[in-house]
């Protein structure tokens, strides 16, 4: 059975149906989704604008004028501050001991004000993957080609916030590794990876920021220790960098000079007295506890 | 200042001293926390007594380390001393305590028992003549750090299954 579409009225004239609610229900779903577009496209420009002042906080704004000849850095499109002030510019300000836990679950504080060197501040995370780069390369300063005496140190968030068996799993044992929640809130860390670096000599971060690669960070470290007051004296004895067969090459240099060739009686001491021919007995060495060792390594 | 915890020793460390407090792998036999202190950058693979890290030591540096020994220690001779020692005078420092004689710096060792745990504290200075002004700054690290008893575990209080 088929229902009319038109019936006739009760005088028995065909009439037009009523179209009147069939639009005012139009007008208000369009009404409707109008303004649900409105909102999404509000929303898209609100956090549009966050990403661009985040971007021109890390210093790469788009729009941002570039610096004459400085054309150059459009190849590699890295928000770049790490580096010294400029002259006259506001101190970045001193920077804080930095203490928390190790991987492994022993306490850690590295002072980075007390030495002439630079101190490397690698503020980075287990699960971020631009990071993956840096825990490489941070772990091995000799590749990078940092000024010498540069200390390396990287920081993760504390236990609270990572996962020490990641951590550990990326730490190679050649840099000191912290875990500290509180080291990211005192150097005010945005995201990682971020890097501050600290003028041991002042205790003052002289540059801090991000670097898109692991050679542009170096190249910022070198050029940070070129801007370092010069004529600088050095306070303590540098870490001996040879190894292996170049460390007994120096050995035996010395040696000579001191007119000690090989062979030499005083190289094979048999008693005390050879080692201290006119001096008291040697005291009990630490570790030496009723005469036997206690502790394997001194 | 900072402050830095584990293995039942605390320290807050003076301005210009960092440190570490670690307990060596068990692979090395029996092991039992070390505390290592300097105002100088310590390096991570250093000897318990500094080997390794002395030679670094400029002369305005101090080097301490705090080293728990075994419990069978406690109440043996060498650790009859009850406390850590309150303060050092220039002249508890001696070039012939050093565990590696090194040219200018000194050192002292004490042998304690606190908090029911042996302790021996080993200091170096980076120069034994500049004592008067270094020898200050060991006894305010001496007294940065507290020692908490360890609660030595019982059969019974270890997790079980009924």
Partial sequence: MTVPLRAPGPDGYWVEPEEGGDVIALVVVSTFVVLVFSILVTGLLRSHADILRSLHELGVGVGDPIPAGDQGSLASPAPVTLGPTAAGAPALGPAPTVAGVTPAGDARAIAVGNGDHLTLLGFLSSGCATCAPFWEALQAPRSLELPGGTRVVIVTKGQDREAPGEVQARATGHVPVVMSTDAWVDYQVPGSPFFVLVDGTTGHKVGQGVASTVGQLAELVRRAEHDRTPGRTQRRPQPATLGGPAREAAADDVLRGAGILPGDPSLYPRTLEDVFPSGPAAPEAPGIVNGRSVRTKS | ?162
């Fill in chain 2, 1 to 162: 200042m900072s402050s830095i915890v584990a293995h039942g020793i605390a320290a807050r460390l003076p301005d210009g001293f960092e440190g570490r407090i670690f307990v060596r792998p068990r692979a090395l036999g029996a092991t039992y926390p070390v505390a290592q202190f300097g105002t100088f950058p310590l390096p991570d693979d250093i000897g318990d007594f500094g080997s390794g890290a002395v030679t670094l030591m400029g002369p305005d540096d101090v080097f301490a380390t705090l080293f728990e020994y075994g419990p069978e220690s406690v109440g043996t001779a060498l650790f009859a001393r009850q406390g850590r020692p309150p303060a050092f005078s220039p002249d508890d420092f001696s070039p012939i305590v050093l565990r590696r004689g090194l040219v200018g710096q000194s050192g002292t060792q004490w042998f304690f028992t606190e908090a029911g745990r042996p302790f021996s504290f080993y200091a170096v200075l980076g120069s034994h003549q500049r004592r008067e002004l270094l020898v200050p700054r060991v006894n305010t690290l001496v007294t940065s750090f507290a020692l908490i008893p360890v609660t030595p575990v019982t059969p019974g209080a270890r997790p079980q299954w009924n």
